[in-house]
Nanobody, 119 residues
Framework: QVQLVESGGGLVQPGGSLRASCAAS?????????MAWYRQAPGNQRELIAS???????RYADSVKGRFTISRGNHLNTVYLQMNSLKQEDTAIYYC????????????WGQGIQVTVSP
């Protein structure tokens, strides 16, 4: 099995910044392909906000475009989400998502981290 471990959530004032990280468990026999960040606010469905390929091609939801940046670490098993100019409507649980190929092929989710934007 592959585990995704997230960190970096917290409480921030509107206009502030946070950086979330997600690392896939290390090991042999598998590779992490596309990675993404989703979020789910209370009463809402989980939504895709940013994705990135192995080659580094990124896409964003309109709601975060220009404010959030997704990137991958040098080992490609890590993904980051830099969140700038945060708004109260960004408050949600943020989930890391990864597509894995090889011995543990499948789709994996992180445990979720809380991001709260409040005055």
């Amino acid at each position: 099995q592959v585990q995704l471990v997230e960190s970096g959530g917290g409480l921030v004032q509107p206009g502030g910044s946070l950086r979330a990280s997600c690392a896939a468990s290390s090991g042999n026999g598998f590779s992490v392909d596309n990675m993404a960040w989703y979020r789910q606010a209370p009463g809402n469905q989980r939504e895709l906000i940013a994705s990135i390929t192995v080659g580094g091609s990124a896409r964003y939801a309109d709601s975060v475009k220009g404010r959030f940046t997704i990137s991958r670490g040098n080992h490609l098993n890590t993904v980051y989400l830099q969140m700038n100019s945060l708004k109260q409507e960004d408050t949600a649980i943020y989930y890391c998502h990864a597509q894995v190929s090889g011995d543990y092929a499948g789709v994996y989710w992180g445990q979720g981290i809380q991001v709260t934007v409040s005055p």
